[in-house]
């Protein structure tokens, strides 16, 4: 269901995240993102493995423009990334950190989902509505004027997807998404993932089981660059692969 006016108009197909030549360094270090390309279309549900360290948080913060390439080019919806496109972007993506903690800032919950849609000029009562029905949909509606702080590391987790929502984004960017959630949480989220109307997800998580289910391509970074680009179902097979790349399986 649609409650904020917003639509991009994307073809299926069409390129909705380009990335050109990324160089990422953090200061005084060597470079972490090493002239990184990928292309992501609008349908594509896709996956970014890696090992620890590899650099996945570190792209996926250069996509929502938290951190500014040493040189490349970062394309959102045809729009150059740059601060003065900021604003623009920022209101196609919906980022979740991979710490829940850095999302969740107002003194309750409620008002932490209805504070994105209020600032887009939803009327209050139609935000609390939707709101309540997110709350609900990830099993928090009995602590809805709690604060973050008072919820478990899972609740959290739960409460930030849910403030991310809200705001109906079409690119969805998420960041070790199941982490501090138990089996049934993580069903419960790929199932709410795999509703979503959004035309681009792009998902960090090394639960690489849980990504085939919820994906459907799977990018993989070693080294600063996109080393694997290609259907995530035959790539889990391939276990050695996946082990030569600091990947490997049921561990
Ligand atoms: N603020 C920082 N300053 C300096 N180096 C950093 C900083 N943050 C991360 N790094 C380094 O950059 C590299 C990539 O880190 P990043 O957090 O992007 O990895 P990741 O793939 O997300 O790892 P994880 O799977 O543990 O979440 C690591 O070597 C890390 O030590
Ligand atoms: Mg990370």
């Not at 196609?92 to 849609?117: K, R």
């Not at 899972?154 to 079409?170: D, N, S, Y």
């Not at 997800?201 to 694997?228: C, D, F, N, P, Y």
Request: proline fraction near 7%; charged fraction near 20%; hydrophobic fraction near 45%.
């Amino acid at each position: 269901m649609k409650f904020l006016t917003f639509d991009p108009q994307i073809s299926p197909g069409n390129p909705v995240v380009e990335v050109q030549n990324l160089v990422y360094a953090y200061t005084n270090q060597e470079p972490v993102l090493q002239k990184l390309s990928f292309t992501l279309n609008a349908g594509d549900r896709v996956a970014l493995m890696g090992a620890t360290g590899s650099g996945k948080s570190t792209l996926l913060e250069n996509l929502i423009g938290l951190k500014q390439p040493r040189s490349g080019k970062i394309f959102i919806n045809g729009i150059p990334l740059a601060p003065k496109t900021l604003p623009q972007v920022r209101r196609y993506i919906g980022f979740a950190f991979q710490d829940a903690n850095d999302q969740l800032f107002m003194p309750t919950i409620l008002e932490d989902i209805t504070f994105g849609p209020r600032n887009y000029g939803v009327p209050p009562a139609v935000a609390i509505d939707r709101a309540r029905q997110l709350l609900a949909d990830f099993g928090l509606e009995a602590y809805a004027n709690r604060s973050a702080h008072e919820l478990s590391g899972g609740q959290r987790r739960l409460a930030a997807l849910a403030a991310i929502l809200a705001l109906e984004p079409t690119i969805l960017i998420l960041d070790e998404p199941t982490n501090g959630l138990d089996p049934a949480w993580r069903r419960h989220l790929a199932q709410v993932l795999l509703k979503l109307p959004v035309q681009v997800m792009l998902i960090a998580s090394h639960e690489l089981h849980w990504l085939g289910k919820v994906t459907q391509r799977a990018l993989v970074l070693s080294g600063g660059r996109i080393q694997v680009d290609r259907d995530i179902q035959p790539l889990l097979q391939e276990k050695d692969t996946l082990d030569q790349l600091g990947l490997p399986v049921d561990w």
